[in-house]
T-cell receptor
């Protein structure tokens, strides 16, 4: 149980285009979803926290107009990288927590590799 | 104060050895300490987690030792195997939130 999927697993786009990444909890309802960014050989950096039906909370230094997060339902959150540039190339990972069922426990998706040309 | 310091950065052991990875923190509001395993190109997977009310937790070949007074916790991998070669992250979560603060990661290589 507690499976989180991401789509797509990898994407290549041209500079200036927007890219949407989906994160789904497949067998549980996620009260909270998180979006992380990871550069090669580095740790995970939390970008934002999203709760279903409310605006995402962004970490300091993360541009909310560039990284749009929509948590439309208890099983789906999307991250849209708007007007992507080469420096946005990274590994984006989402996670979800069942909340009260399993306090603190986060289940991670397989990640999405974004390459901006 | 929000940081979790992890060491070593990399670790090489032979099959059957017991690699130990250490983490330290300052914030006493942390109340949940998980360890994650990540293979290249994949998302992290939860290995084992501990709360401050216990000093040790064991699951299979993985053991967490927790020292509340020293604000340190460590991961021990018993009888390590080449398949354990991966990057390991410790993390900590603040009481009342679901946010995880990750350590910098340890790249483990287990040679046959």
């Amino acid at each position: 149980g507690a499976v989180v999927s991401q789509h797509p697993s990898w994407v290549i786009c041209k500079s200036g285009t927007s890219v949407k990444i989906e994160c789904r909890s497949l067998d549980f309802q996620a009260t909270t979803m998180f979006w992380y960014r990871q550069f090669p050989k580095q740790s995970l950096m939390l970008m934002a926290t999203s709760n279903e039906g409310s605006k995402a909370t962004y970490e300091q230094g993360v541009e909310k107009d560039k990284f749009l997060i929509n948590h439309a339902s208890l099983t789906l959150s999307t991250l849209t990288v708007t007007s992507a540039h080469p420096e946005d190339s990274s590994f984006y990972i989402c996670s979800a927590t069942p909340g009260q069922i399993s306090y603190n426990e986060q289940f991670f998706g397989p990640g999405t590799r974004l390459t901006v040309l | 104060q929000q940081q979790v310091k992890q060491s070593p950065q990399s670790l090489i052991v032979q099959k059957g050895g017991i690699p130990i990875i250490n983490c330290a923190y300052e914030n006493t509001a942390f109340d949940y300490f998980p360890w994650y395993q990540q293979f290249p190109g994949k998302g992290p997977a939860l290995l084992i987690a501990i709360r401050p009310d216990v000093s040790e937790k064991k699951e299979g070949r993985f053991t967490i030792s927790f020292n509340k007074s020293a604000k340190q916790f460590s991961l021990h991998i018993m009888d390590s195997q080449p398949g354990d070669s991966a990057t390991y992250f410790c993390a900590a979560s603040i009481r009342g939130t679901d946010k995880l603060i990750f350590g910098t990661g340890t790249r483990l290589q287990v040679f046959p």
